[in-house]
């Protein structure tokens, strides 16, 4: 199992431009998520999903949507890049609602100039 | 993060052990976790605990739960240069498994 992939590892965008990070699982988890980290700080929820076709806000969701047409992908995207969009986003997935281990992706590393 | 806070560093000498403190404020959380991060890396998760356990080990890993206090901790036995990394503390809820995560602990291990 390759577990959590994300894609792209790097990018860099004008002000402006948009782009979308995808992130692909193969444990056929139920429950993904996207969080932000910001240096100095911990992980913050932009977005998750706790199934096929259902998306939901987290802690930070202003300039993101989101979408999960099929269970093993979750897609952020970002409309109308700005600098303080500028950060690591990290994916997740876990099987169990509320419980057990949270496996994440290697990261997104995201400059908006 | 807002509802889960940590000492921001911590210095020890190799072969010491090292203790990371961390505070929640949701009773209802269901887990709690433990990741290191080290530089340009991913999280990586190295223990959990379930919300109705005071303890657990894991080799040289010791977590302290205190439910009443809100207060978790992480003790790692004969510190290594390689535990050098950032430590995150993170609680999770039963509403969509959610996580909240602490601004890290940076723990230096110094030969």
């Known amino acids: 199992n390759a577990g959590v992939t994300q894609t792209p590892k790097f990018r860099v965008l004008k002000t402006g431009q948009s782009m979308t990070l995808l992130c692909a699982q193969d444990?056929?988890?139920?429950?993904m998520y996207w969080y932000r980290q910001d240096p100095g700080m911990g992980l913050r929820l932009i977005h998750y999903?706790?199934?096929?076709?259902?998306?939901a806000k987290g802690e930070v969701p202003d300039g993101y949507n989101v979408s999960r047409l099929k269970k093993q992908n979750f897609l952020l995207g970002l409309e109308s890049a700005a600098p303080s969009q500028t950060s690591v986003y990290f994916c997740?997935?876990?099987?169990?609602?509320?419980?057990?281990?949270?496996?994440f992706g290697p990261g997104t590393r995201l400059t908006v100039l | 993060g807002e509802d889960v806070e940590q000492s921001l560093f911590l210095s020890v000498r190799e072969g010491d052990s090292s203790v990371i403190n961390c505070t929640y404020t949701d009773s209802s959380s269901t887990y709690l976790y433990w990741y290191k991060q080290e530089p340009g890396a991913g999280l990586q998760l190295l223990t959990y605990?379930?919300?109705?356990?005071d303890m657990k080990q894991d080799q040289r890993l010791t977590v302290l739960l205190n439910k009443k206090d809100k207060h978790l901790s992480l003790r790692i036995a004969d510190t290594q240069t390689g535990d050098s990394a950032i430590y995150f503390c993170a609680e999770r809820k039963g509403n969509a498994g959610k996580s909240t995560f602490g601004d890290g602990t940076t723990l230096t291990v110094k030969p």
């Open positions: 605990i379930f919300s109705n356990m």
């Open positions: 999903s706790v199934g096929e076709g259902t998306t």
């Open positions: 444990m056929n988890h139920e429950y």
């Open positions: 997740a997935s876990n099987g169990f609602l509320g419980g057990g281990e949270q496996f």
